[in-house]
């Protein structure tokens, strides 16, 4: 069971990688093709219902060729340029 | 089962945590009182045991006071500093 708090980081981490990877011109198919994770639970991270652990959050951002980092800056009103490099 | 690199990220974000908990003087009985998770828990992902999840490692950046970015920073050579504010 998740409290609303759960529930509203899930749904802002989603929503944050939703919107990278569209920025980035990636379709869910081809973010799963190349991280070897399922669509369906991609889908599933960027709807918000599942709480998505450390290994495959940095499995997603090195795909994506962004820093982790980049990736948990869901809460940024002004989150980092694309590109930053990750070493 | 793990593959070496999956265990290599749990225990860079493990060393990473420790080292940032440290650095704000906080010690692991802290950290588990006041986010209330178990001090064996934190202990077992800072030694690179556990993969945690988004919702946890938000929990620990909460009650650190740090963003869950910066606590997902464990990949860069120079970290930004401490005090980066969470909003």
Not at 5 to 29: N, P, T, V, Y
Not at 39 to 53: H, K, M, T, W
């Amino acid at each position: 069971m998740r409290t609303e708090e759960e529930a509203d980081i899930c749904a802002a981490f989603g929503k944050h990688l939703a919107q990278l990877r569209k920025k980035m011109g990636w379709s869910q198919e081809k973010l799963a093709l190349e991280s070897g994770i399922a669509r369906s639970y991609i889908g599933d991270v960027e709807r918000g219902l599942r709480n998505i652990a450390l290994v495959n959050i940095c499995r997603i951002a090195d795909t994506l060729e962004i820093d982790p980092a980049l990736l948990m800056g869901f809460r940024d009103a002004t989150p980092p340029a694309l590109g930053v490099g990750k070493n």
